[in-house]
T-cell receptor, first 113, second 114 residues
Framework: AQSVTQLGSHVSVSEGALVLLRCNYS??????LFWYVQYPNQGLQLLLK??????LVKGINGFEAEFKKSETSFHLTKPSAHMSDAAEYFC???????????FGTGTRLTIIP | KAGVTQTPRYLIKTRGQQVTLSCSPI?????VSWYQQTPGQGLQFLFE???????NKGNFPGRFSGRQFSNSRSEMNVSTLELGDSALYLC?????????????FGPGTRLTVL
């Protein structure tokens, strides 16, 4: 079965600092990987997705993630945090040909002014 | 293009009652998935419908059921509500099953069971 582990349920960074949110996956074959963001009282919005086309994936709002097969990781980064980035972030995995997303437990990102 | 809509947005029920939640996918989307989000269990997959057929099902008791109509709109039903069913229920739609398919999420229905 596929799964994802997000290290750190809460991360705080200063405005303008690097954002690094960690995600490790467990899968017998390289899966499809996703990062979603959830703002308070809202649904999930897709930030970016890995579908084997390129290991470095650029998403919306300046976020990017790098797929590292040797480390089974898909960490999310942003060079400079903005106050509007404060939200909860979820890493998710999806097997081929299946719509079922398996989510990590989420990381709440706080931006310090 | 309108996004995924879910109705109602908020719902309060008492134990033992039943509830029906509705999801209207993005126009042209044929796949609808449902997820339950709770502080304790996080986001968990309930089921997925495609062209009125349930294709995938998560690990939930039979009290949770769903269906999809010919216009791709979907409903999920929870019978004999328990306190633990209090959650945010999210619906997601996608055009069709596929490797590069993206799921678009609605704002959710927040169910409170008293």
């Amino acid at each position: 079965a596929q799964s994802v582990t997000q290290l750190g349920s809460h991360v705080s960074v200063s405005e303008g600092a690097l954002v690094l949110l960690r995600c490790n996956y467990s899968s017998s074959v390289p899966p499809y990987l996703f990062w979603y963001v959830q703002y308070p009282n809202q649904g999930l919005q897709l930030l970016l997705k890995y579908t084997s086309a390129a290991t470095l994936v650029k998403g919306i709002n300046g976020f990017e993630a790098e797929f590292k097969k040797s480390e089974t990781s898909f960490h999310l980064t942003k060079p400079s945090a903005h106050m509007s980035d404060a939200a909860e972030y979820f890493c998710a995995v999806r097997p081929f040909g299946n719509e079922k997303l398996t989510f990590g437990t989420g990381t709440r990102l706080t931006i310090i002014p | 293009k309108a996004g995924v809509t879910q109705t109602p947005r908020y719902l309060i029920k008492t134990r033992g009652q039943q509830v029906t939640l509705s999801c209207s996918p993005i126009s042209g989307h044929r796949s609808v998935s449902w997820y339950q989000q709770t502080p304790g269990q996080g986001l968990q997959f309930l089921f997925e419908y495609f062209s009125e057929t349930q294709r995938n099902k998560g690990n939930f008791p039979g009290r949770f059921s769903g269906r999809q109509f010919s216009n791709s709109r979907s409903e999920m039903n929870v019978s004999t509500l328990e306190l633990g069913d209090s959650a945010l229920y999210l619906c997601a739609s996608s055009f069709q099953a596929g490797d590069y398919n993206e799921q678009f999420f609605g704002p959710g229905t927040r169910l409170t069971v008293l």
